[in-house]
T-cell receptor, first 115, second 109 residues
Framework: GAVVSQHPSRVICKSGTSVKIECRSL??????MFWYRQFPKQSLMLMAT?????????EQGVEKDKFLINHASLTLSTLTVTSAHPEDSSFYIC???????????FGPGTRLTVL | QKEVEQNSGPLSVPEGAIASLNCTYS??????FFWYRQYSGKSPELIMS????GDKEDGRFTAQLNKASQYVSLLIRDSQPSDSATYLC?????????FGSGTKLNVKP
């Protein structure tokens, strides 16, 4: 149980284009989803927290107009990187948890490369 | 000051030895603590969670929590080369997880 999927696993795009990453909880209701970014040899950096049906809460320094997060259902959240630039190239990982539980389950991650 | 601090390592141990990983946290309100293992290029996977002072054992892994000292540790007994990875410590409070920078563990055959 407690499986989280992400799609796509890898994406290469041209600078200036937008990329959408999907995060799905397959066997539980994810009332809260987290989006992280990880640069090489660095730790996870929380970008935003999204609760189903509410606007996402972004961490300081994360541009909400650049990283659009939608959490419209209890099993799906999406992260759209708008007008991507090479500096946005990173490993994006989502996680999900249910209700008041303090256990988060990670998706496999999406490696974004912006040319 | 970072919320959760870890020594970045690398920590090198011979196969079969005990690996000891340490973590400190700054927020006394943190409610629960987690150890994740992350292989290169992969997302983290949960190894252990611990909520109360003392030790918690699961197979070869033992997590230790000392809330007075704001200290969490992970012991890996009979270390195997497959344990070579980066170990992330996390503290949870108010619906948010705070991660340390991770300790890289190398287990030498």
């Amino acid at each position: 149980g407690a499986v989280v999927s992400q799609h796509p696993s890898r994406v290469i795009c041209k600078s200036g284009t937008s990329v959408k990453i999907e995060c799905r909880s397959l066997d539980f209701q994810a009332t809260t989803m987290f989006w992280y970014r990880q640069f090489p040899k660095q730790s996870l950096m929380l970008m935003a927290t999204s609760n189903e049906g509410s606007k996402a809460t972004y961490e300081q320094g994360v541009e909400k107009d650049k990283f659009l997060i939608n959490h419209a259902s209890l099993t799906l959240s999406t992260l759209t990187v708008t007008s991507a630039h090479p500096e946005d190239s990173s490993f994006y990982i989502c996680s999900a948890k249910q209700g008041a539980s303090d256990t988060q389950y990670f998706g496999p991650g999406t490696r974004l490369t912006v040319l | 000051q970072k919320e959760v601090e870890q020594n970045s390592g690398p920590l090198s141990v011979p196969e079969g030895a005990i690996a000891s990983l340490n973590c400190t946290y700054s927020d006394r309100g943190s409610q629960s603590f987690f150890w994740y293992r992350q292989y290169s290029g992969k997302s983290p996977e949960l190894i252990m969670s611990i909520y109360s002072n003392g030790d918690k054992e699961d197979g070869r892994f033992t997590a230790q929590l000392n809330k007075a000292s704001q200290y969490v540790s992970l012991l890996i007994r009979d270390s195997q080369p497959s344990d070579s990875a980066t170990y992330l410590c996390a503290a949870y409070n108010f619906n948010k997880f705070y991660f340390g920078s991770g300790t890289k563990l190398n287990v030498k055959p």
